[in-house]
C-alpha cells in the first residue's frame, strides 16, 4: 500500500494533521529532524528522525514506505528571527526543499501539499485577501514561501510534480482531546503567551503596539483552528491524487481579531485575570490580515468547523492546562 511522507510532520500543524490522516486510516510516514518538533506529538505513527538535506535519506523513505504524496510542512517559522538571521531561513526553507524536490522527482513522486502563509502577501491592499492579491512578502519568511510558491509552477511541465499551495493565516487551537497542541521553544504566538499569563507561568503579556489604524489599536488577525487546516490538506490531497490541477488556496475564516479582543476573550474562557501591558510595535508586523477563503470552499468544499474565537481559545486552553509545561516532562 502507498503512504503519505509529512515532512515536519512532529511540529505544531503537522502533528494534528497526521493525526487526522492516521483518524481516517491513511497509510503514513513522518519525517522530522526534531529541531522544533516533539517526537511525543507523534505517539504511534510511524516515525524517522531526518533532515530535509538529506537528500537520499528522503529517497531511501520514499522507496521503503513507497510514498506517492508528500506533505511539506518542514520550516521555519519566525517572522523576527527570518528578518536577522535570513541564511537560517533560505538554507533550510529553500535549500531544505530543492533537496526535497530532487527527492521527489527522482522517485517520481509526483504530489505535495505545500504549507504556505499569509506573509507572502506582505502589507494588503484590500481586505479580505484573495489569492490572487500583488505578494509583497515584508519579511524573509515571507520570501522564501513566495520562492517555493514559484519553484513548484517550474516543476509541474517538466517533472509532472503537481502542487497545492495552502497560505495559511493565523494557526491556533489544539486537538479537543488535548493530548497534542501548541509549543514552541521559545514561545512567540500571542494564543499560547496569553495562555500562558493566564495559568501564571508569565506575569503580563505584552501588547505589541496600540497605534495602529485598527478599531482599538491593535494588530488585526485571521485566527483558524488547527484542525480545519488538518481537514484543508486532507482535501488538498485527496484533490491531488484524484488527478486535480495545482493550486493555492488561503486559509483562514474570514473574520479578524484585534490583540485585546484575543486577550479578553482568553479571559472569558479561562475565568482568569490577565495581564496586558502596551509596548512598542514589533517590527514586520502588518495592522491587519484577514483572509477570504472563498476559493478553497467553492473548489474542495473547505468549509471551517471552529470558525469561533472562543472555541478556538477553549481547545487551546485544555492543551495548556493539561501540559502547562508542553511535550516536555
Ligand atoms: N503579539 C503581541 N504580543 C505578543 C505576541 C504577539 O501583541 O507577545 C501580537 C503580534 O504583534 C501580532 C499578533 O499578536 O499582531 C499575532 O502575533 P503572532 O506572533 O501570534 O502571529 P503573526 O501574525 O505574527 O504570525 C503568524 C505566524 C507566521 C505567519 C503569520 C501569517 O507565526 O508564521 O501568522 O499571518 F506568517
Request: glycine share 8%; aromatic share 8%; hydrophobic share 35%.
Amino acid at each position: 500500500m502507498s503512504s503519505i511522507l509529512i515532512l515536519g510532520g512532529a511540529g505544531y500543524i503537522g502533528s494534528h494533521t497526521a493525526r487526522y490522516f492516521k483518524d481516517r486510516g491513511r497509510e503514513l510516514v513522518v519525517y522530522d529532524n526534531l529541531s522544533t518538533g516533539f517526537r511525543d506529538s507523534v505517539k504511534n505513527i510511524t516515525f524517522v528522525e531526518g533532515d530535509l538535506h538529506d537528500t537520499r535519506g528522503l529517497e531511501r523513505v520514499m522507496e521503503r514506505h513507497r510514498v506517492d504524496a508528500v506533505i511539506h510542512f518542514a520550516a521555519f517559522s519566525q517572522v523576527g528571527e527570518s528578518m536577522v538571521n535570513p541564511e537560517k531561513y533560505y538554507y533550510n526553507n529553500l535549500a531544505g526543499t530543492l533537496s526535497v524536490l530532487r527527492a521527489m522527482v527522482n522517485q517520481q513522486v509526483q504530489n505535495i501539499v505545500f504549507s504556505s502563509t499569509a506573509a507572502v502577501y506582505g502589507d494588503p491592499v484590500r481586505i479580505p485577501i484573495v489569492e490572487t492579491a500583488d505578494k509583497k512578502p515584508k519579511n524573509i519568511y515571507g520570501k522564501t514561501k513566495l520562492i517555493i510558491e514559484n519553484i513548484l509552477k517550474d516543476y509541474e511541465g517538466p517533472y509532472g510534480v503537481r502542487s497545492v499551495c495552502l497560505r495559511y493565516f493565523n494557526a491556533a487551537g489544539a486537538h479537543p482531546d488535548a493530548t497534542i497542541g501548541e509549543s514552541h521553544r521559545p514561545e512567540s504566538h500571542l494564543i499560547p503567551l496569553v495562555l500562558q499569563a493566564a495559568l501564571g507561568q508569565r506575569d503580563h503579556l505584552d501588547i505589541f503596539g496600540d497605534d495602529y489604524e485598527t478599531p482599538d489599536g491593535t494588530c488585526v488577525r485571521d485566527y483558524i483552528h488547527v484542525m480545519d487546516l488538518a481537514d484543508a490538506h486532507y482535501r488538498a490531497l485527496e484533490h491531488l491524487q484524484r488527478g486535480g490541477a495545482s493550486a493555492a488556496y488561503n486559509l483562514g475564516n474570514g473574520s479578524g481579531f484585534s490583540v485585546r479582543q484575543v486577550i479578553e476573550a482568553a479571559r472569558y474562557v479561562t475565568g482568569r485575570e490577565i495581564r496586558a501591558e502596551v509596548r512598542p510595535r514589533r517590527a514586520g508586523d502588518p495592522a491587519i490580515l484577514i483572509a477570504s477563503s472563498d476559493r478553497i470552499s467553492r473548489e474542495l468544499g473547505w468549509q471551517p468547523k471552529m470558525p469561533e474565537l472562543d472555541r478556538i481559545i477553549a481547545t487551546a486552553w485544555e492543551w495548556h492546562r493539561t501540559h502547562p509545561d508542553g511535550y516536555e516532562r
